[in-house]
């Protein structure tokens, strides 16, 4: 353990300054602060705030500059002033941290010790209240990527579900869905839900952004409609329309996971435990009751086989019982992006071609979209079963999903943002004869995101062609949106040094 | 892998920002940025900085306020700006950040797999140049704290070593002493170091200064001389002295173990493997060709029994004996403090009187330091095997000791720092008779950096009595040296709440 020296001083007043730091909490102080000594933090980059009994942990650096910070104050960044919620000029005591007294526990993981519940519960609350610095939250996640007993993927699942919002219905069942990933354009979601509702089952669904993809549900809900409701804007939604399709970032749900997952993505890290804790905790907060996992198995997809599939099947089914929510599976075709758009307002635009019943609305979007509405529909206990396919059809045939969705577009609220297709367009055209033999998912997410997706709605790929279809050369594989002139010029280059598209040409031989 | 935008963008004007944050490179750029949009970092905190070639990875923050950095602005904090050392003004360009390649290999090892030479060698590159985030950092540590082979450990003992500054010197024997630390007191590195110089076996030594303890071997002799030498000041004093004392920070030895220990030191990861790595990549990057490390054991040192300092005993002679460097391990007594002083200024003062014979030095320093030096001075193939020892007492008793060490001092320069003895003083007294069972080294070094060491170079604990004294109730047992008065009051609290000694009285019976 590290000595700390016991210090306490004059305190500091708080003073705002304009950086955001992420989920950082950096705190800055004068050398020559009137509270402590600069060089007391040799060797502790951690600083302890504290006022009125409030406490918070702050990364700490030191400025020359008086005009920042003076003596008597103490500055903190955008994220710790909205997390400390003091006024400016607040007197607030400062301290060396010690580490969270959690931090015991990961010690012990990484010895290769087994956590019990409580020290699970201690570790995510640390975590969801930021007192984790991100080297802590790398140490607890690698130890845990090492070995993780079923017992503590339970424990950490209850745990990170209860440090944040628990979400109660009244309904006995509450659907929910998850895609695990990974394939661009599969915005089946926005088309299951409407179907899920109109038939009268509660759906109360929340999504996330992008983070490294080119769209996430909520980036292209809200080409549709406002997605940024609290829990209370969200309950009037559920109670009036059966379901919603809203961005979980002000809802609170399983807040520890979105810590978490800030690490895990830039180490790559990416264990089935993790995977389910994310998911599994996010859904018991949510309330859900029955819940649909979409595994899309392909070469660039998250999960690359059957095996893999089923190990991770099994951990989903065993905490889905555990918790009592009855979790089903089922391996989608994630060889391939699913509909035509790829990006918020292309693919806004599929979802509504798809519930219009527009003749030329994607056929693979409506075909999984209504499979996996059937299997949600089967919970009915009251609808035959074996009829859910047909029963999703029927609801999508008939306008009433589309009915819905307008419904639930009108309750969250009009959207407030720009979603005109990106006037600055090309063309990728095909370079040969032949037929498409595959499409890399990768590839197309990274051009998708070159041109501009998701930031501006409008940006993104337009596809022609998909695995099976016969194209002449010169013909178009897709069209590239974009509204910034050097991002298209990018993305256009890109896609020139390489489509993703690969064409198999028989005559010339081909793969084998 | 994450799907990064390929992105350039019109180029930013270097400002300096006058905000220290010690390790992390942090660069500044506004929310409405010309050279690139803030919100297609969402998801990336890294970025990469290039001019002419040059390239550094900095932390990414945001900022509203156009007076700290404007939309053709790019702020650098000062360690990103010493690091990058190009001009303000300089354009630059930026672009989101890929994690290092080497980071491949790190996540190999989180997987379980050993690693190359090659791969080695890129992760210590990567670290020495900053490219590595903390939670990399954490990454690369808690993966190896898991397992390390002995091939994968002298791969990255090279692979530091060669990361940094690799000292050659021309003698056949160049002799070092390292000591695994946790001893308050224990200065015998400069006892040692002018014994072993006069005998006229070279030994040109770098110490570190203290991080978490009151004091470390350069704060201690930073009292009587200068030490941030660089490598040519130093190789003039040992080319003239024989022997040198200096701080290792500007010598640049080792530079990747100096990051490692800055993430080792808050997580409290102390693995054999990590130890022995830290110590023989600074030592053969120092030229060292025999070396003697000093074990305490006891049961608030580091190594706590024999079986322990076994296991690592013969950990350092493996690596030693593949790097041709003559290791030899002493395991002392490391149950309580050695010396009286405790803080730079008081431990300069006891080394000072073990050099200079007089009749109070304390005892136990100069023993320890006689027996270290004469396991040095064995190396020494024309002493006569056994002799160490009396051509160590000789050289101290003679005062040639004394002679080299202010050889060193005028070498290395006068001292410029104020190490008068802190003047709030207070006497910790006995609370009954009885005699000194035993001493806590963690609460003394507490207690020392409680009153200002080593940042007071003439704050902290003056012993007067030892395990086995006999005390009479009020005697004092040690005296505590302040210069600032809350620093005082809180070491003189602290003291009351507990001394750190405990007295043993045979007549109430005491401890069995």
């Not at 030329?360 to 859910?388: I, W």
């Not at 006037?423 to 498409?436: C, P």
Request: glycine share 8%; charged share 25%; proline share 5%.
């Amino acid at each position: 353990m590290i000595t700390l020296p016991d210090l306490t001083r004059p305190p500091l007043a708080i003073r705002r300054i304009s950086l955001d730091t992420g989920r950082e909490n950096v705190a800055v102080i004068s050398r020559h602060s009137n509270a402590l000594r600069a060089e007391v933090f040799r060797g502790f980059s951690r600083v302890e705030l504290r006022i009125n009994g409030k406490v918070l942990l702050a990364t700490l650096m030191i400025t020359d500059d008086d005009s920042l910070i003076g003596p008597g104050e103490l500055g903190l960044s955008e994220p710790a002033f909205r997390r400390f919620n003091e006024p400016v000029g607040s007197l607030v005591t400062v301290t060396p941290a010690a580490s969270p007294d959690s931090l015991d526990a990961v010690r012990g993981k990484i010895q290769g010790r087994t956590l019990s519940a409580a020290e699970m519960t201690a570790i995510v609350n640390d975590l969801a209240h930021f007192r984790y610095s991100d080297m802590e939250i790398a140490a607890f996640l690698i130890s845990s990527a090492r070995f993780t007993s079923t017992e503590e993927l339970l424990a950490l699942v209850r745990a990170m579900a209860e440090a944040g919002t628990m979400l109660k219905w009244k309904n006995p069942i509450v659907a929910d869905k998850h895609c695990i990933g990974g394939i661009p354009g599969n915005r089946t979601t926005m088309i299951v839900v409407p179907i899920v509702a109109a038939h009268g089952l509660m759906i109360p669904k929340t999504s996330s952004r992008a983070i490294t993809s080119p769209a996430g549900t909520a980036d292209t809900m809200e080409v549709l409609a406002r997605v940024d409701l609290d829990v209370e804007q969200m309950k009037n939604v559920v109670t009036s329309c059966g379901g919603c399709l809203i961005w979980g970032g002000h809802v609170n749900l399983s807040p520890a996971d979105d810590i978490l997952i800030s690490v895990e993505r830039p180490l790559s890290l990416d264990t089935p435990e993790q995977m389910v804790a994310s998911i599994m905790s996010k859904k018991l907060a949510a309330g859900a009751t029955h819940l649909l996992i979409d595994f899309p198995v392909g070469p660039t997809a998250k999960v690359a086989n059957a095996a893999e599939a089923m190990r991770l099947r099994k951990l989903f089914e065993f905490v889905g019982d555990h918790f009592g929510i009855a979790v089903e599976v089922v391996n989608t075709d994630g060889r391939q992006p699913i509909g035509r758009g790829i990006g918020p307002a292309l693919e806004a635009r599929d979802v509504m071609a798809v519930l219009g019943n527009e003749p030329g609305a994607p056929a693979d979007l409506r075909e999984k979209s209504l499979r996996l509405a059937a299997h949600l529909l089967e919970y009915d206990p009251l609808l035959r079963g074996g009829t859910g396919y047909a029963r999703a059809k029927e609801l999508l045939d008939s306008g009433a999903a589309l009915k819905t969705m307008q419904q639930i577009i009108d309750a969250q609220g009009p959207s407030i943002c720009r979603s005109d297709l990106g006037t600055l367009t090309a063309e990728v055209l095909a370079t040969d004869d032949g037929v498409i033999a595959s499409i890399d998912c990768l590839r197309i997410n990274r051009l998708a995101r070159t041109a501009g997706a998701p930031i501006d709605k409008g940006a993104g790929i337009d596809l022609f062609k998909k695995i099976g279809d016969r194209v002449d050369k010169g013909e178009p594989l897709y069209r590239i949106h974009a509204y910034d002139r050097s991002e298209y010029d990018l993305a256009v280059a890109g896609a020139k040094n390489d489509s993703g598209f690969a064409i198999e040409n028989h005559k010339s031989g081909g793969k084998p």
